[in-house]
């Protein structure tokens, strides 16, 4: 059987090449479905082909820094999490791996969601309920999450060539529907600092800890490329 492996990742890189925060960043191809069908097609090929499952998105440490928390809170290994965007799933298997059992991932490209499913079958994990969604209108059985984890789903939302202002409402609107009231939302982003982010999930759900990401120096100022922020639904 072909041991699958993973594209190698030494440093937090963000696969959404954000170049610009603010605003009125660029649309881009990558907030376009188009874009991630024919990306998750080559991924799912390679995978087919040679066993590799693909890049991970910011690296393996963001699943890290998240499990941690999860794991530093008293997460319950039964609580229900939503993996928004899952792509190929990997987060979903590091989450299995670390003992979490009631376990959701949706993507809106149908090849992405074959790919993890074929991932999740050589790894063991054909419990993991993996379905094809768009978050932006979700169906009536994605509800009642205790924990949503976002690792870059929102950021390529918010390169959508049309329509950027009313999917990034209907983000929050579909995040407030799925998840439970009091639940956690997990956001890793690189378009977006924590100050947009609290704006942007205001009303409705409170900054419970801003988790450390890889820092950078440039001109006498020190920030980050990377955010990642917990949120509870309050509303």
């Given at each position: 059987?072909?041991?699958?492996?993973v594209s190698?990742?030494?440093?937090?890189d963000?696969r959404l090449?954000?170049n610009?925060?603010?605003d009125?960043f660029?649309?881009s191809?990558?907030?376009t479905?188009e874009?991630?069908?024919?990306?998750y097609?080559r991924?799912?090929q390679?995978?087919?082909?040679?066993g590799d499952?693909g890049?991970i998105w910011?690296g393996e440490?963001?699943?890290?820094?998240?499990i941690?928390w999860?794991?530093a809170?008293?997460i319950?290994k039964?609580a229900?999490?939503?993996?928004i965007?899952?792509?190929?799933?990997?987060?979903l298997v590091?989450?299995?791996?670390?003992?979490?059992s009631?376990?959701?991932g949706i993507?809106?490209?149908?090849?992405?969601?074959?790919?993890?499913t074929?991932?999740?079958?050589?790894e063991?994990?054909?419990?993991?309920?993996i379905?094809?969604?768009?978050?932006?209108n979700?169906?009536?059985?994605?509800?009642?999450?205790?924990t949503?984890?976002?690792?870059?789903?929102f950021?390529?939302i918010?390169?959508s060539?049309?329509?950027?202002?009313?999917?990034?409402?209907?983000?929050?609107?579909?995040?407030?529907?799925v998840?439970?009231?009091e639940?956690?939302?997990?956001?890793?982003?690189?378009?977006?600092?924590?100050?947009?982010l609290?704006q942007?999930f205001?009303?409705?759900?409170?900054?419970?800890?801003?988790?450390?990401?890889?820092?950078?120096q440039?001109g006498g100022?020190?920030?980050?490329?990377?955010t990642a922020?917990v949120?509870?639904?309050?509303?």
């Amino acid at each position: 059987m072909m041991e699958p492996s993973v594209s190698d990742h030494r440093t937090e890189d963000c696969r959404l090449d954000c170049n610009e925060t603010g605003d009125d960043f660029a649309p881009s191809k990558l907030g376009t479905k188009e874009y991630w069908d024919d990306a998750y097609k080559r991924e799912l090929q390679s995978y087919k082909d040679i066993g590799d499952v693909g890049e991970i998105w910011f690296g393996e440490e963001s699943m890290d820094r998240v499990i941690r928390w999860m794991a530093a809170q008293n997460i319950s290994k039964n609580a229900s999490v939503l993996d928004i965007g899952t792509g190929n799933g990997i987060f979903l298997v590091e989450l299995a791996k670390n003992g979490y059992s009631n376990l959701t991932g949706i993507d809106y490209s149908k090849t992405a969601v074959e790919l993890t499913t074929n991932i999740l079958e050589e790894e063991g994990f054909t419990s993991i309920k993996i379905q094809v969604e768009d978050f932006l209108n979700p169906s009536k059985e994605i509800k009642s999450f205790d924990t949503c984890i976002d690792k870059g789903t929102f950021d390529a939302i918010s390169l959508s060539p049309e329509g950027r202002e009313e999917a990034k409402t209907r983000y929050v609107a579909s995040l407030r529907t799925v998840l439970q009231p009091e639940g956690f939302f997990i956001i890793t982003s690189c378009n977006w600092t924590k100050e947009q982010l609290l704006q942007i999930f205001r009303p409705g759900f409170e900054l419970v800890q801003e988790l450390p990401t890889p820092r950078f120096q440039f001109g006498g100022v020190t920030g980050n490329s990377v955010t990642a922020l917990v949120f509870k639904r309050t509303d």
